[in-house]
């Protein structure tokens, strides 16, 4: 079955960068997505990448996808306070156009 | 991008009672709504989909009876918790998904916080 996994915490100083990973299991995921959740609230889209693209870079934030290792990673340059939330990452599942979201990793941001 | 509406954003009620959740798709139509419960310091967990013009499908081990959910038209799903026990104390969240060029996004609530005492 599908499963999606990361490391549940990270922490690091304002200004410098953050990398989140995170693996998967169904090798016929199309989609693989990024959410940000801050607390008490729902999730918000971040960004995402085709299955067949390897890299994707909106702003800040920089999604690797390595499709060989099923290995997905989230950088964050230049990491602010106001990034300090849960990142959830995610995969479209092959049939339904439900989500499979991993346990979510909580990034800290120390001023 | 899209936006999904959820309501209430928090409610606290007695055991045995029943709360209605409603999700709304605001400016697009939505066949298809998915329901997701989040305890703490956890991931989203998916409990159904909802379908517009027929019936809910469950995931293995949600109780259909309990977590009744109704498609009324293309922008509202609800969600209801009835009999509600304080165990069914949850983060409760709503998506839906919608065509954005070539991808399929799925588009999330603001969640609803559901205490039972």
């Known amino acids: 079955g599908e499963d999606v996994e990361q490391s549940l915490f990270l922490s690091v100083r304002e200004g410098d960068s953050s990398v989140i990973n995170c693996t998967y299991t169904?090798?016929?995921?199309?989609?693989l997505y990024w959410y940000k959740q801050e607390p008490g609230a729902g999730l918000q889209l971040l960004t995402y990448?085709?299955?067949?693209?390897d890299m994707k870079q909106d702003q800040r934030l920089t999604v690797l996808l390595n499709k060989k290792d099923k290995h997905l990673s989230l950088r964050i340059a230049d990491t602010q306070t106001g990034d300090s939330a849960i990142y959830f990452c995610?995969?479209?599942?092959?049939?339904?156009?439900?989500?499979?979201f991993g346990q979510g990793t909580e990034l800290s941001v120390k001023p | 991008g899209a936006v999904v509406s959820q309501h209430p954003s928090r409610v606290i009620c007695k055991s045995g009672t029943s709360v209605k959740i409603e999700c709304r798709s605001l400016d697009f139509q939505a066949t298809t709504m998915f329901w997701y419960r989040q305890f703490p310091k956890q991931s989203l967990m998916l409990m159904a989909t909802?379908?517009?013009?027929?019936?809910?499908?469950?995931e293995q081990g949600v109780e259909k009876d309990k977590f009744l959910i109704n498609h009324a038209s293309l922008t509202l799903s609800t969600l209801t918790v009835t009999s509600a026990h304080p165990e069914d104390s949850s983060f409760y969240i709503c998506s839906a998904p919608t065509r954005q060029g070539a991808n399929t996004e799925a588009f999330f609530g603001q969640g609803t916080r559901l205490t039972v005492v």
């Open positions: 995610a995969e479209r599942a092959n049939q339904g156009g439900k989500l499979i």
């Open positions: 990448i085709f299955s067949n693209m």
């Open positions: 169904d090798s016929s995921s199309t989609y």
């Open positions: 909802s379908n517009e013009g027929s019936k809910a499908t469950y």
